[in-house]
């Protein structure tokens, strides 16, 4: 299936705007077994008609987002349908739901937007619960020559994301033909990169039929996105599992700091965190979780020596002696916010952010990590890890988060 | 000048890398006075050739990332090159560079690597030292019918980034006609809406001869950008500052953040923190900026009570009377945190992110902000705001977190 992507707006031509949708609509087109053609981005205006025109010649369905307001350059909708020589009708369904739309909020409907209750003949309206304008889905048989399938979409991802996954997704699907029918699986792995799987597992990939890899790196997380046969998708991700067991997540799409929090409340446990190199980054990643604060209680910030003291109780022997950026100033202060906070597990991470401050035995780019928390004795027991990554500051500080929260989170489960 | 952008590859159309690129080149032509035509997204392989074609014949540049790299499947200089007849020669300026890139990292040079000191005649490579792609520039006269002028970048924003401001841009300047050029300014202001400034301004900035305006909103902040003459901006600046003068941050396109820093590092004053509902969000962007250790020495995330109470000495009674989010614990926080930091500024905030929480007194989205300072006399002087902004749970600590910095920083100047 030929699918293209056209998304408008100045906004997204002038900087205004990043355009995150056309990533996400590639995502989500890519489980289908389906890669975009082409995306194009063009400005408001009467260009759009042969930018409209183009695509369909080229494609069975083309997706188009934005231009469905209210307003006087809200045109997509006539555009289409003056290409396909659709005539617009008022559609009631979509009258009733902006009415009820606008009378939920207690606010008068601008007379404006009853132009957003027009369909042309032989659409379909793909009601939009979270704004004013209504998605559009124009079967291939009211498009004439063009014999290509349109999807109209409004513009501001909060809209669009549930009209493509609830009313978009299951129509394509449909229409993919047997042969291109997949399934598809997502693996999240830590601390690990695309390259060290192209050398460990290209081959065997290779030998599984039916199978498309795919790879989606950020900083110390990497998403292997498997598309193919049921049976081909279970061989790899076992495969991959097993290969890179100690960096493996989860299959489910959440954040580490998600699992975290969902695992930590499940098991009635709390988390203190002490930071110096990476600032508050932690705190911040646990706590927007809904529901943190039943497993948060307190956090320190201690970026100076004198704090790391007086607040976790860190020795001023192990200060003097090793320095701020240690395994044991690590550990004390991991020690020290398990017991100020009574939690369950307590993070302590000291490290040199940079750009100044790094030695040559301790380079920008050194993290330690501490690990503690009480055996069924009661006893405290703890593990530092070393890190180094050398990066920019905001890199460093979000990669050392990143292994700290992995680390929190293989202890919890 | 009618400019247009390809961006090549096939990780841009499956989701796998979001296009920051298209944006971030729009706001540069924006910033000569130039909109962007069009967009457009392809994949690797031969259809480029006919994406080239398309967009030359439209325009008067094109900017073309991505697929100069050393691989099989790096075809964008073989294309161009191709389409407009030009034969490829080796150009040692772009070896030398090459084989010192090697050299300084100690690495020795792949043969696939030779590839990208391959120039087509008349083009002008454009050193990359970020990177092992250079860029190349085809100026119009060697580009026969289609009289455009073309520019090869490499894909990634780091290596795109300094070629594009310090190569391309002063290339394109050149080339636009005395009526297009135009001077350009952004002015930041926080806590204000983009129809806070229609409402106040637009018959005012209408009135102002050779003067465009344009918007980015993001939360809580907003830039104002302005092309024009010298003097339209001049004036339109003034009356902006003017109209909204307690929301003006600066003309710098800094962060809050990085004034901050910048402002207590120059007046030698030191910050402390006590977060309870943006859960260390403050802390994390005052610390991703290099030199916060110069000026923050300790902050607490104090997300229970208990916290608050033996962390920062809120008192009992406020807890009991008042509540967790209140404005009284807000001032003890703040004065708690100044205190036991020893610091010049202290701030503390409490409130309720949701989704869970909220009361009808206290709703989701309620947060206190506290500032204490000492007076001349040494005396603490503290003052709280109260904000209202019920959003999710990620955007109600950036608000916050935004207004708290915003508030500090109008302490500090």
């Known amino acids: 299936m030929r699918v293209e992507l056209i998304t408008t707006g100045n906004e997204l031509l002038i900087g205004h705007t990043i355009n995150t949708n056309a990533a996400w609509i590639g995502e989500q087109l890519f489980s289908l077994g389906v890669s975009l053609q082409r995306h194009v981005t063009a400005p408001d205006g009467e260009v759009l008609k042969s930018v409209f025109a183009e695509s369909l010649e080229r494609s069975d369905c083309v997706i188009i987002t934005g231009g469905l307001g209210p307003t006087s350059d809200d045109l997509t909708r006539d555009y289409v349908a003056e290409l396909l020589g659709l005539e617009m009708i008022q559609d009631e369904q979509a009258m009733r739901s902006l009415e009820a739309f606008f009378a939920k909020r207690n606010r008068e409907m601008p007379v404006d937007n009853y132009k957003q209750t027009l369909c042309p003949v032989g659409a379909e309206i793909m009601e939009n619960h979270m704004g004013t304008a209504p998605g559009l889905w124009f079967p291939e048989v009211i498009t004439g020559k063009y014999n290509c399938s349109i999807v109209l979409l409004p513009g501001p991802p909060m ?11 299951p129509k394509l699907k449909s229409r993919l033909i047997d042969s291109e029918k997949t399934h598809y699986q997502e693996l999240r792995f830590i601390d690990v990169g695309e390259s060290d799987f192209h050398q460990v597992l290209d081959e065997k990939f290779a030998s599984i039929n039916n199978l498309e890899v795919g790879y989606c790196a950020r900083l110390a997380e990497l998403d292997l996105r498997l598309l193919g046969s049921q049976e081909a998708i279970f061989q790899a991700a076992k495969l991959a599992k097993t290969a890179f067991a100690s960096y493996y997540l989860s299959d489910t799409k959440q954040s580490i700091e998600a699992l975290v929090i969902e695992c930590a409340t499940k098991a009635g446990q709390t988390i203190s ?141």
């Open 159 to 169: 809209e669009l994301k549930p009209l493509f996954t609830q009313e978009v997704m």
């Open 273 to 413: 965190v002490a930071e110096s190199c990476t600032g508050g980054l932690i705190s911040h990643r646990l706590t927007n979780i809904a529901g943190a604060s039943a497993v948060i209680k307190q956090n320190w910030v201690t970026y100076c020596n004198q704090a790391k003291q007086d607040s976790l109780g860190v020795s001023a022997t192990s200060l003097d002696c090793h320095g701020a950026v240690s395994e044991q100033v690590a550990q004390e202060m991991a020690m020290g916010a398990l017991t100020k906070a009574g939690a369950s597990y307590g993070i302590g991470v000291t490290g040199i952010a940079g750009p100044d401050g790094g030695t040559e035995d301790k380079p920008v780019g050194l993290a330690y990590i501490g690990l503690a928390t009480k055996n069924e004795d009661g006893n405290i027991v703890s593990s530092v890890t070393k890190v180094y990554s050398p990066r920019n500051r905001q890199s460093f500080k979000q990669v050392v988060s990143q292994k700290a929260l992995f680390a929190l989170y293989k202890a919890i489960i």
